[in-house]
């Protein structure tokens, strides 16, 4: 099989030469084959955001070869791999370092992979210094050109793969959901790990609380039905729910990163409120202090 559409994401950047030097080996190895440059903004090492970049892209990426170059471990002993999904309509080529878990299970999972242990497959005279460059981007461009999976490398059993690992929301007792911010875009849209389907139960209004400050969001088509000042909680283009404000950023206004902890509760519900009171005076005149709990009435 033959592919002619390579996909490329990486945290190299886009400051230097490194993605034109990619075009250059691959235009050179496998001439005529189309590069998709999906993300290379990717911050370093952030092999979370990478993973979530493919989850949210895959279902519209063209059959063929997805190049993943974050955190790939260059000169340490982390498998470097080829993983053959969709019966073998794409593949996906990238470090075992849960980067593609995500991604590749929402495809039906890997069909079959190797660990790309075969140097014969590998750029011409390279050290391996530069994982991205040396190995996995001649690897797919040997792919394009016919060479099968199979002979790259040594054979892996899928179900040793690293794991992703994605947050998970949280459901308490007394109802609420604690969930965390997935992904915060340039807009200063927060996208939450839950969907439509949690947040149904708190209705058209929902509590959201982070950091110590408690704000009621409004559950929206789009930003623009909100009004100056208000908070909104919409369906992104993931299906997923996201914290929005009309054309400003609700990150910096909520002062939210992330990876920040949001909890969602009904817009009425009372929370705790901590507040430092004297117990009692002590040596010298001093006073004792401590921090006790108040229920709102």
Do not use: K
């Amino acid at each position: 099989m033959t592919f002619d559409t390579i996909t490329l994401v990486s945290d190299v950047g886009l400051a230097d030469e490194r993605v034109g030097v990619i075009h250059a080996v691959l235009h050179q190895m496998a001439p005529g084959v189309s590069v998709i440059d999906l993300a290379h903004e990717i911050e370093p090492h952030d092999v979370r955001a990478a993973s979530l970049v493919l989850a949210r892209s895959v279902g519209y990426l063209p059959p063929g070869i997805v190049v993943v170059g974050v955190d790939p471990g260059a000169g340490s002993d982390r498998r470097l791999l080829a993983l053959s999904v969709a019966d073998g309509n794409a593949v996906f080529v990238g470090p075992d370092n849960g980067v593609m878990a995500a991604a590749v299970a929402m495809i039906g999972g890997a069909d079959s992979g190797v660990s790309l242990d075969d140097t014969e497959f590998h750029l011409d005279g390279s050290t391996g210094s530069d994982a991205l460059r040396d190995i996995l981007v001649p690897v797919a461009a040997h792919l394009c050109t016919g060479v099968p999976m199979a002979s790259m490398g040594s054979p892996v059993d899928t179900a040793t793969l690293v794991p992703g690992l994605m947050p998970v929301a949280r459901w308490e007792d007394d109802g609420s959901v604690i969930c965390e911010i997935l992904w915060t875009d340039r807009f200063g849209r927060c996208q939450l790990n839950v969907d439509a389907d949690d947040v149904e139960p708190f209705g058209p209004r929902v509590g959201i609380s982070m950091s110590g400050t408690r704000r009621t969001a409004l559950r929206v088509p789009s930003s623009a039905q909100l009004g100056t000042g208000e908070i909104g909680l919409v369906v992104d283009s993931s299906g997923l729910m996201s914290l929005v404000a009309d054309r400003s950023s609700v990150a910096e206004e909520l002062g939210l990163e992330t990876g920040d902890e949001v909890i969602l509760t009904e817009a009425d519900a009372p929370t705790p409120v901590s507040t430092a009171v004297t117990i009692g005076a002590s040596r010298g005149g001093e006073t004792d202090q401590d921090t006790i709990q108040e229920q709102p009435s």
